[in-house]
């Protein structure tokens, strides 16, 4: 009854909702035009029929069954990178020639460089800038150095940036605000919050280098994300002391951490706050945070109210903004109204995105509905978009959730393909399959080459593993996995002690 109810509601594409029926103002430009027919409605339509995954499919009947899915040595492939050293120069008649090639050389191996940091690769990345340092005729820039540290912060290896700096610095290169700002920003990526706030402190003392709105905004986030709101009051005491006035990307983090916290009433008091400033008045991103809280909460009619109010505000959508809203409707699987949006930014001459089309793959892989699933990873790639980590998260926690779990491996090796970075949420939804296959062997091999990847473990991490463990009655690794996720927050902690010493921060 309920099936042939989502389904009779589904066949309807019209924009019955008030969150739909207005359109956007005529002021608005897109700044796109796209041509391509409509084919969501039907692909949607399909989906409310077939979105229960029924736990008797032959399938699920295999996936209840302990058996080794994959063959030893099978998942990943190994990389050969090319580390040959240049031979040196020998013959002096030579020499313009080989400065010539040499030169055509740097540039080629620059060029891998910045498609490495462009791609998220950061061991590739070390690894031909370590080249690139080898030869006499390149000097390593600041800029070099910036988006090194901003790569590493990104990628969860805080002390990795730090070894950059020391060495930025032992190089001659002048540490400048925002370099610090980089590297206290890696810290915060980790959570790293006192030893960010050793920086802050270091920074407070060096004339050249102060910090600015940027350096407490980075702070403030780490803290509400958090919730230490009392650092937050802290920083915002500091930042009035040196006259320094938050912006509106400052007030938008607090507006998140509060409503994350749902904290709601006083994140209307800073939203309020926001309305009656000269300074910072809420813009897109403001709206785009309001609608996040509530949408990832599942609270879908605050979410409209919200959308409505902002429209109000003057404020109109995005594209980021309608991605919000599909990937709400799609955890809740109220494909009618997530079908609407979709057709709505197709009247709007929206251009669909990665993001898009990954909030549509979340929605059937989080339900096991691979048919729609591989449907919608057809159509990206026929629409020209790039995939990226989070495209193949969700194909192999589909393909797990179905209990096909032989097509796991076939998606691994598709992203190693494509040079998709395998970061922790990469390797998280692996083990994630693992768990599900019960192949918990496999699941410890994947694990360790997680380890060996210098890819740093999550809280989610031990999670799988430990319900894994637990669901066989394997209380010895589940202590093992409790202590090493302990030992692996202090080693993170202490790794760093001494960090104001004069060596680092001269």
Known sequence: METTKMASSLTSLTFSYSIIISPLSNTHKPTTTNNRPNRWPLIITRAAASSSFSSSSPQTQTAAKKQRHWKQGEYPGVLDV????????????????????????????????????????????????????????????????????????????PHRARQLFDEMVEAGIEPTAELYTALLTAYCRSNLTDLAFNILNVMKTLPSCQPD???????????VDSLRFELVEKLYGEMAERLISPNTVTQNIVLRGYGNAEKY?????????????????????????????????????????????????GIEPETRSFNILIGAYGKKRMYDKMSSVMEYM????????????????????????????????????????????????????????????????????????????????????????CARADDLMEMDRVFKRMKDKQCLPDSRTYSIMIEAYKKEGMNDRVYDLEQEKQNETLTNTCADTGFESDEVFP
């Open 346 to 433: 197709r009247k709007l001459r929206f251009q669909w995105t990665t993001s898009t089309y990954n909030n549509v793959l979340e929605a059937f892989s989080d339900v096991g509905d691979v048919k729609h699933m591989e449907y919608t990873f057809d159509m990206l790639r026929k629409d020209g978009m790039k995939a990226d980590t989070k495209t193949f998260c969700c194909l192999i926690n589909g393909y797990a959730n179905a209990g096909l779990f032989h097509k796991v491996i076939s998606i691994v090796q598709m992203a190693e393909k494509f040079e998709i970075g395998e970061n922790t949420a990469f390797y998280n939804a692996v083990i994630y399959a």
């Open 82 to 157: 090319y580390t040959t050293k240049r031979p040196p120069i020998k013959n002096i008649k030579k020499k313009l020639l080989r400065k010539e090639i040499s030169k055509a050389w740097v540039n080629t191996v620059t060029e891998t460089l910045s498609i490495s940091i462009d791609n998220k690769q950061w061991a590739h990345a070390l690894q031909v800038f370590e080249m690139l340092k080898e030869q006499t005729f390149y000097e390593p820039k600041e800029g070099t150095y910036m988006k090194l540290i901003c790569l590493l912060g990104k990628s969860n290896q």
């Open 213 to 223: 709105v940027y350096t407490y905004s980075t702070l403030i986030k780490v803290c």
């Open 265 to 313: 009433d006083q994140m209307e008091k800073v939203l309020s706050e926001m309305l009656e400033s000269t300074s910072c008045k809420p813009d897109v991103w403001t709206m785009n945070i309001i609608l996040s809280v509530f949408g990832n909460k599942g609270q879908i009619d605050m979410m409209e109210r919200w959308y409505e109010k902002f429209r109000n505000f």
